[in-house]
């Protein structure tokens, strides 16, 4: 002991083994720290649990189905409906699923809504307009801008190739301003000049069914047939089908004005992207 403290009268205390652990301060942090990084860890796992982290589902195809089958089927899926939209699908049933957003096979987080397009229950009627003396392009172009359709062309001599005579539907005429339902196939019977009578067939193979037919409408001739493959389940399927094989194929060779052309579609990647 020095001679300092011993005249103080005061002794020296020996140091505490540990006292960095002993210490109230440095243990007091420490688990402070420890709770703040357990409280992460329990809120992270416990926000997995509750958004499903990782977890999807498949969507399904609503397409062609009744609202009610429609939401039945996604709550079987953990899933909901939500109707956004309608359409008027002359060819499609009344009131079914036109489209949905997001796509069936899409993969998505459980309680997730699936937008729905579905087909009107009340077609919408449009004017029939006055097609006579419009050519073939014209009367195409008009008929598309009224949400109408070209279905059979009928040719007849007449001085003007193209040059429309006639509107019908049903094998009858059909007088400008009559109120038709959207969707509904107008025949034209067109002049054919025997001077004027050739055309080509175009190669419409890679396009998709609606873009195919009005190719070959616009070339001046006939669709005699439309073959869809068992991959086109439903309208929806055919808007995306794709031609796969024409007859006769598309050839620079002339044909008669007026004659037939078959398609076959499909949605089936194996036939598609082979013959694009």
């Known amino acids: ?10 002794t020296e205390a020996p140091a505490e083994k540990g006292g960095f652990w002993n210490n109230w301060m440095v243990r007091n942090i420490l688990l402070a720290l420890i709770a703040f990084v357990l409280l992460l860890v329990g809120s992270y796992i416990g926000l997995n649990v509750l958004t499903h982290h990782g977890q999807e589902l498949e969507v399904p195809d609503l397409t062609n189905m009744k609202v009610r089958e429609a939401q039945y089927t996604a709550e079987v899926e953990g899933l909901k409906v939500l109707v ?23 993969k998505v987080k459980k309680g997730r809504k699936i937008r729905l397009t579905i087909n009107s229950v ?50 009858r005429e059909i007088a400008p301003g009559t109120l038709v339902e959207s969707g509904t196939a107008i025949d034209l019977a067109v002049g054919l000049n025997p001077e004027d009578n050739q055309t080509y067939v175009p190669n419409v193979i890679g396009l998709k069914y609606l873009r195919a037919v009005d190719v070959i409408h616009g070339n001046s001739l006939n669709i005699r047939k439309l073959d869809f493959d068992e991959s086109v389940k439903n309208y929806s399927d055919s808007l995306d089908a794709v031609v796969y094989r024409q007859g006769p194929e598309g050839s620079k060779a002339p044909i008669l004005i007026g004659s037939d052309v078959t398609l076959y579609l499909s949605v089936d990647p194996a036939k598609t992207i082979m013959k694009k």
Not at 1 to 10: A, L, Y
Not at 132 to 141: K, T
Not at 143 to 156: M, Q
């Open 84 to 106: 956004v939209d309608s359409v008027y699908i002359r060819r499609m049933g009344r009131g079914l699923v036109y489209s949905q957003n997001p796509k069936a096979g899409s």
């Open 122 to 171: 009340t077609p919408q009627k449009v004017q029939m307009p006055n097609l006579v003396g419009y050519s073939l392009r014209q009367a195409m172009a008009e008929l598309s801008s009224r949400g109408l359709t070209v279905g059979k062309l009928v040719y007849v001599s007449d001085m003007a190739t193209n040059n429309v005579l006639r509107q019908l539907r049903g094998n």
């Open 1 to 10: 002991m020095s001679e300092e403290t011993k005249k103080n009268g005061q």
